[in-house]
């Protein structure tokens, strides 16, 4: 197994569609992060769970919400998404948040969405 | 705000070249100083980190070294490979924004046989 896998690796959806993407880490790991990548822009971070509380979100639009169940998983809830949505979806680990901020974060292969 | 700034890529080099990426920083404070690399298909991965002024990181042939006075946290590796081909990410951690991460947006690294 890898560290953190998501699923599903690439996803198409309507404007009008709900989806969810999904983080597993399996490393023990108390802090989970969201992040989007789109093309010649930098990393944006979304979103940001400590022991299963949210503790950043970063003003991104209600049509994105995020869940977490327990320390192990991420989810992240879409709908009604616009063609601009379209991006790499990261999610992300750390042991905590300190270390997160010391740049030790293990990042999944991402989530390729696009929004027709 | 604190932001990172990355030269525009993709950067294309034959094998065994001397590679630099560029990479400087706006920042309140003194904050550390990052690299990942994100290969085909996959996430980001630390690469090489500095704390503080003067600092150099290093990891896999790949160095950095944290100026302060240049404001700046430069990428260099002597001879690259095929397999350094990646997209490379220079990033800091920001003092004024509870130890966030700032990314820059990322330079694509190709390099040929």
């Known amino acids: 197994e890898t560290g953190v896998t998501q699923t599903p690796r690439h996803l198409v959806m309507g404007m009008t569609n709900k989806k969810s993407l999904k983080c597993e880490q399996h490393l023990g790991h108390n802090a989970m992060y969201w992040y989007k990548q789109s093309a010649k822009k930098p990393l944006e971070l979304m979103f940001v769970y400590s022991l299963e509380e949210r503790v950043e979100n970063n003003s991104v639009p209600s049509r994105f919400s995020p869940e977490c169940p327990n320390s192990s998983h991420l989810f992240l809830h879409l709908h009604t998404l616009q063609p601009e949505d379209s991006a790499l979806y990261l999610c992300?680990?750390?042991?905590?948040?300190?270390?997160?901020?010391?740049?030790?974060?293990?990042f999944g292969e991402g989530s390729r969405l696009t929004v027709l | 705000g604190d932001s990172v700034t990355q030269m525009e890529g993709p950067v294309t080099l034959s094998e065994e070249a001397f590679l630099t990426i560029n990479c400087t920083y706006t920042a309140t404070g003194y904050p550390s100083l990052f690299w990942y690399v994100q290969y085909p298909g996959e996430g980001l991965q630390l690469l090489l980190k500095a704390t503080k002024a003067d600092d150099k990181g290093s990891n896999k042939g790949f160095e950095a070294t944290y100026r302060k006075e240049t404001t700046s946290f430069h990428l260099e590796k002597g001879s690259v490979q095929v397999s350094d081909s990646a997209v490379y990410f220079c990033a800091l951690s920001s003092y004024n924004q509870g130890g966030k991460l700032i990314f820059g947006q990322g330079t694509e690294l190709s390099v040929k046989p």
């Open positions: 992300a680990s750390s042991q905590d948040l300190a270390r997160g901020r010391n740049g030790e974060l293990f």
